[in-house]
T-cell receptor
Framework: GAGVSQSPSNKVTEKGKDVELRCDPI?????LYWYRQSLGQGLEFLIY????????KSGLPSDRFSAERTGGSVSTLTIQRTQQEDSAVYLC?????????????FGEGSRLTVL | GENVEQHPSTLSVQEGDSAVIKCTYS??????FPWYKQELGKRPQLIID?????GEKKDQRIAVTLNKTAKHFSLHITETQPEDSAVYFC??????????????FGKGTHLIIQP
């Protein structure tokens, strides 16, 4: 595709349910990031994948959050037993990941609302 | 790790006037400083960036200045127009590639252009 694609664009769930958010990065981009953006807030780093290396999970707020990246392409962010404070926009970004930090291309985000 | 402070959190200027947003960083090893613009409901997009081997970079009405000694950098927008209304994020990176040790974002500045 031409850009980073995320789905669903909107998700409303009940407290305690599990949710999965999907990110399809730009073809050829080896670096993939997940960020969380709460209403009116900045970009909170969650997790980073680079090629086949072990992901940097240092930003995940709790063990209810996990992410996978299969085949070095599509990534799924899973939130188990959702809580109301998990409500936010979850942004995925990808970059060439050539070793020197460069432009991040963001998706439109997945807006999660936990009732 | 890197800490990026951004000011002001909200900036209101008259159309046609200039706007300046300032950021400071803590890690003297940081060498890449991008600025992202996020329009309401849209994805963040890179508008300009600067690397530490230069002190200033311009692109039409937008310029970024970097003072490595003082560890601060600024975004300057001249002749502001309604379409400049958005949230602007600064970021700093030591070039390690990504993750928690890579790109660190400021909390954002909501720029409002008054007609």
């Amino acid at each position: 595709g031409a850009g980073v694609s995320q789905s669903p664009s909107n998700k409303v769930t009940e407290k305690g349910k599990d949710v999965e958010l999907r990110c399809d990065p730009i073809s050829g981009h080896t670096a993939l990031y997940w960020y969380r953006q709460s209403l009116g807030q900045g970009l909170e780093f969650l997790i980073y994948f680079q090629g086949n290396s072990a992901p940097d999970k240092s930003g995940l707020p709790s063990d209810r959050f996990s992410a996978e990246r299969t085949g070095g392409s599509v990534s799924t962010l899973t939130i188990q037993r959702t809580q109301q404070e998990d409500s936010a926009v979850y942004l995925c970004a990808s970059s060439l990941g050539t070793g020197t930090t460069g432009e991040l291309f963001f998706g439109e985000g997945s807006r999660l609302t936990v009732l | 790790g890197e800490n990026v402070e951004q000011h002001p959190s909200t900036l209101s200027v008259q159309e046609g006037d200039s706007a300046v947003i300032k950021c400071t960083y803590s890690d003297s090893a940081s060498n890449y400083f991008p600025w992202y613009k996020q329009e309401l409901g849209k994805r963040p997009q890179l508008i300009i960036d600067i690397r530490s081997n230069v002190g200033e970079k311009k692109d039409q009405r937008i310029a970024v200045t970097l003072n490595k000694t003082a560890k601060h950098f600024s975004l300057h927008i001249t002749e502001t127009q309604p379409e400049d209304s958005a949230v602007y994020f600064c970021a700093a990176s030591s070039g390690s590639g990504g993750g928690a040790d890579g790109l660190t974002f400021g909390k954002g500045t909501h720029l409002i252009i008054q007609p």
